[in-house]
């Protein structure tokens, strides 16, 4: 049965590359929500003929998740997750549509993360279709993950679904050398904005509270908390105030990015950045803080995070593939919510790829069939994992 699943694998590459370019080819932005749903329903028309249970979780004004499931009590639990959604706006598909061009596919969002998605569909086709049926499957899919979830539960879903498993593959895209990710560092991005006094700069400085100033002076502050033995970095990215230079400013907002390993080094962060903005450096000066939220947690790596990597590793032998490298990034993901209770869970699944949320996005076409070969050998042969 092996042979024959790994073979269908190989020989559905065209198929799989075919639906690719279809689920590229629908704008999946921010803006289209109508598409995030195309989506959708294209992985649940996909998984339903194959016994999935398919449900379609929508939330007023916001984008649609697929949920699929085909329970087999007593078998080994395994869970494929990711997200539908781009960073790109509507007319992008149009504008650039999927393209193959010396063995590189090309269009917006094909290896952040739709690859992943396609890998996922064909990979459980080619196990169904020749009778594998020792594993309880899942399959989730979220359309907001790019924003981090701001107006649905996701992650609540996702952890949901991840409780139990015996292994998590978080679809997103492999690196340009093949290497997986086994742990990421967690993100918060605060907004400081400050009210200050406008005055005339030249005639009544002295009448003005500089709101600019003021957030200089936070943004030393907060520049000052980087650790970079512990890992913790602080980063205003965005810093807006003023309106004229002759103008005292009274209004200045920052952007803040703040990357971590622990949830102890996030609650230090978030009580950190709420002190910074309750102490005033200029004097009628108010600050206030929005955002200030674990946007996504780390996915520390575990144990059970170290064994799926192993096994991993062995597969890969197997197949006669290069061992993937294994990966700590600062890059934040949805992999962190399985791992966090309890999952085993390998991030960066997807293909080979380069150049994720630019328009010179690009996955390396055989890496595809590599990949999904891999996954389906992850997942017939779990229970060798020790």
Known sequence: ??????????????????????????????????????????????????????QYIETPNAPTHVLAKRPRPGKKKVMLMGHMDTVFPKGTAAARPFRIEDGKAYGPGVMDMKAGIAI???????????????????????????????????????KKEGLGKDAVFNMEPGRADGS???????VIRPVLTVKGIAAHAGNEPEKGASAVLELCHKTIALHALTDLEVGTTYNVGVFNG??????????????????????????????????????????????????NRIEFMPLETTDGVQKLYGHLSKQAEKLGLPVPGALYVGGSADSAWTAMVGAPTLCGMGPQAVGAH????YLFVPSMTERAQLLAMCIMHLDEMQ
Not at 19 to 25: R, W
Not at 358 to 361: A, H, L, Q, V, Y
């Open 1 to 54: 049965m092996e042979n024959k699943i790994l073979e269908q694998i190989k020989k559905s590459e065209t198929a799989m590359l075919d639906t690719l370019a279809q689920i590229v080819n629908i704008d999946s932005g921010y803006d289209a929500l109508e598409g995030i749903d195309e989506v959708a329903h294209i992985i649940g028309d996909f998984l339903t003929p194959y016994g999935f249970e398919v």
């Open 358 to 361: 630019s328009n010179n996005e």
């Open 120 to 158: 996922s569909l064909y990979t459980v086709k080619a196990l169904l279709d020749n009778g594998w049926d020792d594993t309880d499957l899942t399959l989730f899919f979220c359309g907001d993950e790019e924003p981090a979830h701001p107006l649905t539960d996701a992650v609540e879903w996702f």
């Open 242 to 291: 003023g309106s004229l230079a002759n103008i005292v400013a009274d209004r200045a907002e920052a952007r803040v990015d703040i990357r971590f390993k622990t949830a102890e080094e996030a609650e230090k962060a978030i009580k950190s950045v709420e002190a910074i903005a309750a102490k005033t450096y200029v004097a009628n000066t108010t600050t206030t803080v929005t955002e």
């Open 180 to 186: 997986v990710v086994i742990g990421r560092k967690g």
